[in-house]
């Protein structure tokens, strides 16, 4: 049922180097940048709308720094 889906965005936050990827290529515009930075001093992202994440790993498949994955009903 759609209307049941529900996922869980995970950053692994001292891992991200701030690249934007998925931010940039979220098809559905749920992540956003956040003014925080991790340990190693990059910005990271952050979520901006869960209810807009469709659960299509697009974000976990393009960082290239395994920072940030989805987790949830399909
Ligand atoms: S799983 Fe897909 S829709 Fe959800 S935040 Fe990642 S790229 Fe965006
Ligand atoms: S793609 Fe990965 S490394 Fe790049 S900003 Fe997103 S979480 Fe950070």
């Given at each position: 049922m759609g209307l049941d889906r529900k996922f869980t965005i995970t950053i692994i936050e001292d891992r991200c180097?701030?690249?934007?990827l998925c931010v940039i290529y979220c098809p559905t515009d749920a992540l956003e940048m956040s003014e925080k930075t991790n340990l190693n001093g990059y910005y990271i992202p952050k979520i901006k709308?869960?209810?807009?994440?469709?659960?299509?790993q697009l974000c976990f498949k393009l960082c290239p720094d395994f920072a940030i994955y989805c987790s949830g009903k399909n």
């Amino acid at each position: 049922m759609g209307l049941d889906r529900k996922f869980t965005i995970t950053i692994i936050e001292d891992r991200c180097k701030g690249c934007e990827l998925c931010v940039i290529y979220c098809p559905t515009d749920a992540l956003e940048m956040s003014e925080k930075t991790n340990l190693n001093g990059y910005y990271i992202p952050k979520i901006k709308d869960i209810d807009k994440c469709k659960g299509c790993q697009l974000c976990f498949k393009l960082c290239p720094d395994f920072a940030i994955y989805c987790s949830g009903k399909n």
